[in-house]
């Protein structure tokens, strides 16, 4: 059985992706809306720097400095890794959090609509983001867990949570549409950890579809490292769309189309983010799959 003593709600991950910094600045001017009796929520701002100048980060993207190797260095070279041992101090320590669900909010200029983002395979993370999906059709799971190596996502403090990423919007700036989508979602997780410590677990479908991390994929580029196309005008906005063998990929300055020749069948996301060009992705690549649910007892079923 599941249960929750202490929540938190990060935003600000990212300085300029504002519709979670300012659903935390909501929720702490309103904490009403998120109390529940059963368990504490905690807010947090993560990267106050890099929103007071509204950039992704000061020195280095936060959402990067995670891994064990920075959290136990004693000295930070940057901001962000100072700050991701203070927020590793206060929520954590990484595997042994003081928090035992963390919710991590995230915007993209990607036609990404609602997704959940995965960094393991926990069976409740599982679970919570299969119940999103059956009361919001639009929620797409994504699971990004690389094989072999440390996730440094904020998330990965702890095990139970996930991170939410909603869009397409432009960074620096508040959809009112985005912003209710995105409330009522964190609502609606925190309203299924309330019954969780009731003993109950909403059930739906025995199984959901989620989008597994295969590979990114960079522009092309020439020989000096510079960007030599853009994404194919077919591909554009086509998030979560299959992409077959010989669909159009890129489409170069000098007008020529590249196209996607792996004989996998898969599933594009984060196509064309902005933040991303200076990581080198265009996109990633992922595959389509249908995973059974395993659920605790007793439970609530809900059929609507």
């Given at each position: 059985?599941?249960n929750?003593?202490?929540?938190a709600?990060?935003?600000?991950?990212?300085?300029?992706e504002?519709?979670?910094?300012?659903?935390i600045?909501k929720?702490?001017?309103?904490?009403?809306?998120?109390?529940?009796?059963s368990?504490?929520?905690?807010?947090?701002?993560?990267?106050p720097?890099?929103f007071?100048?509204?950039?992704?980060?000061?020195d280095?993207?936060?959402?990067?400095c995670?891994?064990?190797?920075?959290?136990?260095?004693?000295?930070?070279?940057?901001?962000?890794?100072n700050r991701?041992?203070?927020?590793?101090q206060t929520?954590?320590?990484?595997?042994?959090?003081?928090?035992?669900?963390?919710?991590?909010?995230?915007?993209?200029t990607?036609?990404?609509?609602?997704?959940?983002?995965l960094?393991?395979?926990?069976?409740?993370?599982?679970?919570?983001?299969?119940?999103?999906?059956?009361?919001?059709?639009?929620?797409?799971?994504?699971?990004?867990?690389?094989?072999?190596k440390?996730?440094?996502?904020?998330?990965?403090?702890?095990?139970?949570?996930?991170?939410?990423?909603?869009?397409?919007?432009?960074h620096?700036?508040?959809?009112?549409?985005i912003?209710?989508?995105?409330e009522?979602?964190?609502?609606?997780?925190?309203?299924?950890?309330?019954?969780?410590?009731?003993?109950?677990?909403?059930?739906t479908?025995?199984?959901?579809?989620?989008?597994?991390?295969?590979?990114?994929?960079?522009?092309?580029?020439?020989k000096?490292?510079?960007i030599?196309?853009?994404?194919?005008?077919?591909?554009?906005?086509?998030?979560?769309?299959?992409?077959?063998?010989?669909?159009?990929?890129?489409?170069?300055?000098?007008?020529?189309?590249?196209?996607?020749?792996?004989?996998?069948?898969?599933?594009?996301?984060?196509?064309?983010?902005?933040?991303?060009?200076?990581?080198?992705?265009?996109?990633?690549?992922?595959?389509?799959?249908?995973?059974e649910?395993?659920?605790s007892?007793?439970?609530?079923?809900?059929d609507?």
């Amino acid at each position: 059985m599941e249960n929750f003593k202490k929540v938190a709600i990060v935003g600000g991950t990212h300085g300029n992706e504002f519709i979670g910094i300012y659903l935390i600045k909501k929720f702490e001017n309103f904490p009403q809306i998120i109390t529940k009796s059963s368990f504490e929520t905690l807010t947090v701002l993560s990267n106050p720097e890099a929103f007071q100048v509204s950039r992704r980060y000061v020195d280095k993207d936060l959402n990067r400095c995670f891994s064990n190797e920075i959290l136990n260095n004693s000295l930070g070279a940057t901001y962000e890794e100072n700050r991701a041992k203070f927020l590793n101090q206060t929520l954590g320590p990484k595997e042994n959090p003081q928090v035992d669900f963390l919710l991590d909010l995230h915007t993209t200029t990607a036609n990404m609509g609602l997704s959940i983002i995965l960094l393991n395979n926990h069976p409740f993370n599982i679970q919570l983001a299969a119940y999103l999906t059956s009361i919001e059709q639009k929620v797409k799971i994504y699971s990004w867990i690389e094989p072999d190596k440390e996730s440094s996502f904020l998330n990965s403090i702890c095990e139970r949570g996930f991170g939410i990423e909603v869009g397409p919007i432009p960074h620096g700036t508040l959809n009112a549409h985005i912003f209710a989508q995105t409330e009522k979602l964190i609502l609606a997780i925190l309203d299924y950890l309330d019954k969780c410590n009731q003993n109950n677990i909403l059930t739906t479908a025995n199984t959901v579809t989620i989008y597994r991390h295969l590979k990114t994929v960079d522009y092309p580029k020439n020989k000096h490292g510079e960007i030599e196309g853009m994404i194919h005008p077919e591909l554009q906005g086509r998030d979560y769309e299959e992409l077959k063998p010989g669909d159009p990929l890129f489409l170069t300055f000098d007008d020529r189309t590249i196209y996607y020749e792996d004989e996998e069948l898969v599933y594009p996301v984060f196509i064309n983010e902005a933040a991303y060009y200076e990581k080198g992705i265009a996109m990633c690549l992922t595959t389509k799959e249908n995973i059974e649910i395993q659920y605790s007892t007793p439970t609530i079923r809900y059929d609507d």
